[in-house]
């Protein structure tokens, strides 16, 4: 069955560094999605991109994050200059289209800790 | 604007026993609702999801949940609880545009006793 997945699986960074978290989402699909989630926190939302563009991004997602598509398999999520509280698990999704609701298929998840 | 709400922050059961998870939801209009589970350090895995039709859904791992308008619930449940089963437990609601982001609860730790 298909997955997407994502690398690396752990990311230490030093603050102020650049990270960029790397998905391959699932081989149809065409919305793409990145969340994060804080060490004992739920999960948020952080960006949507759909036709090499953002569809909507969350207060989160500030000047320092980025998302790319830089090849038409790899979807990415550059964070300029990390800082401590950068430090999450980030999930990638994906969905396919159809007129009916797009169910997200999430990624395992990249740990990124910044020291 | 959409949320989710998760009651029980931590939930301790005999290995066993039944459980139900409490969810109650927020949203305008016919929500799409979900079920994850997280064990520690790990993904997310889908147990079982509502789009429509029967309101009682089956999943994985001999879960079930009911979509119950009225209260504006989607409460999981399993009628007998495996030590496996200890882990963080997530409701999300989806909208129905097609791009539209997951919004999730924020959790329910699962503990089983021996």
């Known amino acids: 069955e298909p997955e997407v997945t994502q690398t690396p699986s752990h990311q230490v960074t030093q603050m102020g560094q650049e990270v960029i978290l790397r998905c391959v989402p699932i081989?149809?699909?065409?919305?793409f999605y990145w969340y994060r989630q804080i060490l004992g926190q739920k999960v948020e939302f952080l960006v949507s991109?759909?036709?090499?563009?953002?569809?909507?991004k969350s207060e989160i997602f500030d000047d320092q994050f980025s998302v790319e598509r830089p090849d038409g398999s790899n979807f990415t999520l550059k964070i300029r200059s990390t800082k401590l509280e950068d430090s999450a698990m980030y999930f990638c999704?994906?969905?396919?289209?159809?007129?009916?609701?797009?169910?997200?298929?999430f990624g395992p998840g990249t740990r990124l800790t910044v020291l | 604007a959409q949320s989710v709400t998760q009651p029980d922050i931590h939930i301790t059961v005999s290995e066993g026993a039944s459980l139900e998870l409490r969810c109650n939801y927020s949203?305008?209009?016919?929500?799409?609702l979900f079920w994850y589970v997280q064990s520690p350090g790990q993904g997310l895995q889908l147990l079982l999801k509502?789009?429509?039709?029967?309101?009682l859904v089956q999943g994985i791992k001999g879960f079930e949940a009911e979509f119950k308008r009225s209260q504006s619930s989607f409460n999981l449940r399993k009628p007998s609880v495996h030590w496996s089963d200890a882990a963080e437990y997530f409701c999300?609601?989806?909208?129905?545009?097609?791009?539209?982001?997951?919004?999730f609860g924020p959790g329910t730790s699962l503990s089983v006793i021996p």
């Open positions: 999704a994906s969905a396919r289209p159809s007129g009916f609701y797009n169910e997200q298929f």
């Open positions: 081989s149809n699909h065409l919305y």
């Open positions: 991109f759909y036709n090499n563009e953002i569809s909507e």
């Open positions: 949203y305008g209009a016919t929500p799409y």
């Open positions: 509502y789009f429509s039709g029967d309101t």
């Open positions: 999300a609601v989806g909208a129905q545009t097609s791009y539209d982001k997951v919004i």
